[in-house]
């Protein structure tokens, strides 16, 4: 019987070191977006508190506050949050996903370009998108990078057409973390 108890006890912490993932995690991220158009104001914003993860399987995930982003001009932010994100209604954009091929042995201080694979959701709407992401290792913390489009009509965000002009129709995102490395 003790021999019993022992075996288990070790076939439980070797499946528990084999099942250990480990994550890198950051909540001072930051995702910029840009819908400007030429001859008219700038449209552009930047979130600097994202929280995200990362593990060495290469498992991705972020959470942007929509009301984090600012905005040069008060009015726009004001304008963006009641009547185009609604976030008050849709308080959170996220994305989930997965680093293709991920293998964190490989990483260096160099740059390596990866594919991002996964879903974003905004204003309630699901969107599964493909980009590049450049990933780094310097010391113990991860760096990604990556950029991608999106359009506001594929989350049912409505653009009065009295501003339509002023707006671009594709939304140019781009996405920087430092990850700290967690046991």
Do not use: C, W
């Not at 950051?26 to 977006?33: A, L």
């Not at 680093?99 to 990483?107: A, H, N, Q, Y």
């Not at 204003?123 to 991608?148: M, P, S, W, Y």
Request: glycine share 4%.
């Amino acid at each position: 019987m003790r021999n019993l108890v022992l075996t288990i006890i070790f076939l439980s912490s070797i499946f528990s070191i084999i099942n250990a993932q480990e994550k890198f995690i950051t909540k001072s991220g930051e995702i910029n977006f840009e819908a400007s158009v030429p001859s008219f104001e700038e449209v552009k914003a930047t979130h600097n508190s994202v929280s995200a993860i990362i593990k060495s399987n290469g498992e991705f995930a972020s959470l942007a506050l929509v009301k984090g982003f600012r905005f040069k001009v008060a009015l726009m932010e004001e304008h963006f949050n009641e009547n185009y994100a609604e976030s008050s209604t849709y308080p959170k954009a996220t994305f989930k996903g997965k680093v293709k091929d991920f293998d964190i042995s490989e990483l260096s201080t160099d740059h390596k370009e990866y594919v991002l694979l996964g879903t974003v959701n905004m204003h309630g709407v699901d969107k599964n998108i493909e980009t590049k992401a450049f990933i780094r290792k310097v010391g113990d913390n991860l760096f990604l990078d990556t950029q991608f489009v999106l359009k506001p009509k594929d989350f049912n965000i409505e653009i009065p057409s009295v501003v339509s002009s002023k707006i671009a129709e594709e939304i140019r995102v781009s996405a920087s973390f430092e990850f700290k490395g967690t046991s």
